[in-house]
């Protein structure tokens, strides 16, 4: 991957603001490069906020939903090496009770199971 790609995408995570994570979710997440959308998955997962991880959890084809199994199981494995998971296990009991689509759903269940062994 580009390094500068690498440095701009550095410098988003390090922003504090909501926009920051809607350049990263606009650009980053709907690439076409697996590397990219695997590089900002986990920058939005290190953020540890509500909306940064909302896009890696509940999102269709991003995050822990990505068709990538190398971009899903990179995410996945960054939500495991979080010190702080209680905004994480929010998100994904509200994605587990009420999201509309079960691949989306079955993904979070899976994801808490191994926040439960871990």
Known sequence: MNKN????IDALTAHQDTDSIRVL????TNSPD?????????ALVRKNVHDSLKVVIINQG??????SPAVAMSTI?????LKDKSEVVR???DTIN???DESVKEN??????LLALS
């Open 62 to 67: 991003k995050g822990i939903n990505d068709l």
């Open 25 to 28: 979710e606009e650009i980053g």
């Open 91 to 93: 998100i994904l009991d």
């Open 77 to 81: 494995n960054e939500i495991l090496a």
């Open 34 to 42: 697996n590397e990219v959308r695997e590089y900002t998955s986990r």
């Open 5 to 8: 790609v690498l440095e701009i």
């Open 98 to 100: 009420l999201h509309s």
């Open 108 to 113: 979070a269940r899976s994801v808490k199971s």
